[in-house]
Each structure stands twice: as C-alpha cells, then as structure tokens.
C-alpha cells in the first residue's frame, strides 16, 4: 500500500535532471529494497543509547529536557559562585532547523545563541519573530561561501570576548535543478563550498576557542543526513552519495582543472548536496579521532529527521514542494515539524544525556534520541583522514 503510494508520487520528485540522467527514478528507487522492510532496519539500527553522564560540575539538578544546560559556575571577585550562560553559534540560523534550534535553546535561559548567517537583517526578523528576546541572541555575518568571510567572522567573534562553549555547523543549500554548477568567492562548487568546505575551515579554527572554554560539556555538531547514507532507503534514492577516490576534490572541486564533484564525475546538484553531507559526517569522526581524547570536546552528527516544510527545497520545482510534506507525513512518515527537529538538535546542544563522542544521532518513531549506523562509505576511516587532509590544503590550513 504505503508502496504503491508512493510510486504514484514519485514523478513528482523526479526534478527534470534526473529524469535525463536517470531515466525516470520510480525503476531505481526501490533498488530491490522493500519499503517497509527498509523503514523498519532505519529504525532497528539502534545501538546503546549513552548512559546519563554524571556531571560533578553540574550546580543545577540534571534534567532530560531539549533544552537542559549544564550550568558553569564562574567565581566572582567576593567569591560567590554564578551561574552564565552557555554560547553556541549556530551556521544558517536564519530558517528552518537552524532558526528552530536557536528559538529553543534562547527559550531555555539558559543560552545565548550567535546567529551565524549571511543575512543580518533576514536573521533579525526571523529572530523576533520566532519571539526571541533580545538578549538571548547575537547576530554575527558569516558567509560560508567565502573563506575570507569565514576568517572575518571568527575576527569578530574572538573581538566579542565571549567564550565558545558549542558549535553547531548546520547552514547548507542544496541545489537539485542547477544544470551547471555554481561556486563559491575561492571558486569551489557551492554545495561542497558552503556546506562542507567552509564549515571545515570555521570548525578547525574555533577548536582553539572551544578549548579555551571552561564549559563543562563543549560540543561541536555537524548535521548530517539520512540522504548521504546508502544504508537506507532514503540514501539509495538517485543520485546517491559516492565520494569515489576523492579526484575532484583533489583537484579543487572547481571544474577548472578537472571536475566540480568530488568523485570526478559530471555535475549534479542533488548529488553534490549528498556528498557534502557525507564529507560532513565523515569530518565529524575525524575531529572526534584527532582531538577527543586530548579536548574532551564531545563531536556528534546527527539526522534531524525529515523537515519537509524548510526553505532548503526552495530550488526544487514547484510541484515538489507542495507534494514533498506529505509523502513524508503519510507514507514514509520521516516527517518532523521544524520545531520538534529543533528541539532535537537543542538536544545534542544541550542534554546531558548526549555527551558521548564521535556519535550519529537520530530519533526514533516515539522521538526517542539512538545512535544510529552510518554507511560503509560515511565511516570509512581512511577516505575520513584523506577528505579532512585534501580539505586543508583546499582552505588554506595546510
Ligand atoms: P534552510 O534552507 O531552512 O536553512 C539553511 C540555512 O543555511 C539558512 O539559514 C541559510 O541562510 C543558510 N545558508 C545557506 N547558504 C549559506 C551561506 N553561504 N552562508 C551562510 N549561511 C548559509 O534548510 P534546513 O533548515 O532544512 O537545513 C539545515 C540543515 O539541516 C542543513 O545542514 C541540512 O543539510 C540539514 N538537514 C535538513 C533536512 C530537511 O529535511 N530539511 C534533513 C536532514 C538534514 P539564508 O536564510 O540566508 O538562505
Ligand atoms: Mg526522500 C524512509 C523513507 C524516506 C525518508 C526518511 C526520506 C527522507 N526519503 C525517503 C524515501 C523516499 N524519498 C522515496 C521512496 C523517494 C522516491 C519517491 C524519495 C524521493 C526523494 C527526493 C526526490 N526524497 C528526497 C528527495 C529530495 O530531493 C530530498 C533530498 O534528497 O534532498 C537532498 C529528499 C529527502 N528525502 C528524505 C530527506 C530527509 C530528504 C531531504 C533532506 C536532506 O537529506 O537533507
């Protein structure tokens, strides 16, 4: 039933590259795979979920709530313990999970939310619409899409003398009909640029303030996704994910020199988007392999589940985005609201409960939080320390 459903409706996801490229997305969507039996393994892929963290330096009652901080205690000149709040940038906080993440962790008090986005006046509508008061945020530039940008923006954070307790690297665009690829100032593919190799370069350098900080849970998030994952159904939708052996990001994703996808191959926009998020889930283990152990710093993607309603469809046809939230509601019931993905990623911000490192977050149907398997592809070790080496170079950082 929830099959035929959704075959009916797979025409209408088919944006008007990929019926030329692959011929019409209803023969290979399925692969074989049977849809409720794929739903079900997306959800039994659960492992341990983390014990509750015993926090010593905790001074308030531990709650599970989205929202929980652990509070740090700073002493004043007479010696009296206070409580301040914890800071977290959040990339692309301007819509969607970003904006959601930011209205529920300034909701809690207990944050102070930098809003890292391209447009400041864009934000601070979005921010006092969403009905957050105005000493629960900081509006900062950051334009992903520019290195200088990047190096600009964490000028300006470090100036504001305040400490860095989470990073949440969430900002994207995905770009399913471009015909041609578009790039960033350094001339990167865009997808690849803004997603991965910009939050790459934001990431390595706020690790040193992340460090710095006496926060007594520092956290640096990097959202994933399901549709980079060829373990699911989802992640075996065309075009999938495949970082190949990493030839075009050897040779600057730049189309100049070669080719502007990371594989080498011919451009595609949705496949771009993907391999972004892979690059994203792989760096977050890199970072956890590299600087756990020695930082103490808790690194963790995650799936949000699916925000059907955000604005990263916007480029998408018309007739997708009408029929795209409810095919997720009512036949593979992925769907969240952007509240509720928002309040899961708080979660990860903020719950005690979610310390543990190097973990791929996801939620199951009674939205209870599990570490979830990523593909063979998003966990190969290797291909994690070339993509974070290539990377370097590509930012300057090497
Ligand atoms: P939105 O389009 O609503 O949010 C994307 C945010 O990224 C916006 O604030 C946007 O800014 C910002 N952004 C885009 N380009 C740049 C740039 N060059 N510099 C700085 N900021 C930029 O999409 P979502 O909320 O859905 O996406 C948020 C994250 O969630 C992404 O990482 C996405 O991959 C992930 N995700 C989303 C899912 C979904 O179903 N929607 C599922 C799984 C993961 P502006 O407002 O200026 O455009
Ligand atoms: Mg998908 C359990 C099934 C499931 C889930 C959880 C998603 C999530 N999708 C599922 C199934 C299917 N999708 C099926 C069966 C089809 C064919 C009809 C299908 C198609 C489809 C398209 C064309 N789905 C899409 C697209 C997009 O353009 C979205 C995308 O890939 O963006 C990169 C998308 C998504 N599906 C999801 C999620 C979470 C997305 C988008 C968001 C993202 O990964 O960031």
Redesign the pocket.
């Known amino acids: 039933m929830a099959l035929q459903a959704?075959s009916l409706?797979?025409s209408a996801?088919?944006s008007p590259k990929e019926v030329k490229v692959n011929g019409g997305?209803k023969d290979s969507?399925?692969l074989g795979v049977s849809?409720s039996e794929?739903?079900k393994s997306?959800i039994n892929s659960t492992l341990l979920r983390s014990k509750r963290m015993n926090m010593q330096s905790v001074i308030v009652k531990a709650q599970t709530t989205a929202t929980d901080a652990p509070a740090v205690s700073q002493a004043t000149p007479d010696s009296k313990k206070t409580l301040r709040k914890g800071n977290v940038i959040i990339t692309g906080a301007s819509s969607g999970l970003g904006l959601a993440t930011a209205k529920a962790l300034a909701e809690s008090g207990k944050w102070h939310v930098i809003m890292a986005c391209r447009d400041f006046l864009k934000t601070e509508k979005a921010a006092k619409s969403a009905g957050m008061t105005k000493d629960s945020y900081t509006v900062m530039h950051l334009d992903l899409a520019s290195l200088d940008s990047v190096r600009q923006f964490i000028d300006n954070f470090r100036r504001s003398d305040m400490p860095l307790d989470v990073l949440v690297c969430n900002a994207a665009v995905?770009q399913?009909t471009a015909s041609q690829p578009s790039y960033t100032a350094d001339g990167f593919e865009m997808s690849v640029g803004v997603n991965h190799l910009g939050h790459f370069l934001l990431a390595r350098e706020l690790l040193d303030d992340l460090k710095n900080s006496d926060y007594p849970s520092k956290r640096l998030i990097i959202v994933g996704?399901?549709?980079g994952n060829t373990n699911t159904?989802?992640g075996n939708?065309p075009p999938k994910a495949n970082l190949g052996d990493l030839r075009g990001l050897a040779g600057g994703v730049n189309g100049m020199s070669g080719s502007a996808m990371i594989d080498g191959g011919d451009f595609d926009g949705?496949k771009a988007?993907?391999d972004s998020?892979v690059c994203n889930m792989l760096m977050m283990q890199e970072f956890h392999r590299r600087f756990h152990e020695e930082t103490g710093i808790t690194f963790a993607s995650l799936y949000p589940g699916?925000i059907a309603t955000t604005g990263?469809?916007r480029e998408?046809i018309p007739l997708?985005r009408l029929l795209f939230p409810p095919f997720?509601k009512y036949i593979?019931k992925?769907f969240v609201s952007e509240d509720d993905a928002g309040r899961r990623l708080a979660q990860v911000v903020s719950d005690p409960s979610l310390t543990k490192s190097g973990v791929y977050w996801s939620w199951n149907q009674n939205s209870a939080s599990f570490e979830n398997q990523l593909s063979k592809e998003a966990s190969d070790a290797d291909k994690a320390k070339r993509v974070w080496e290539l990377s370097e170079k590509l930012v300057g950082l090497a």
Do not use: R
Request: aromatic share 22%; with cysteine.
């Open positions: 959704s409706l797979s996801f088919v997305i969507v399925f849809f794929s739903v997306d995905y399913p996704s399901i549709t159904l989802a939708v949705a988007y993907k998020k699916c990263l469809f998408h997708f997720q593979t992925g």
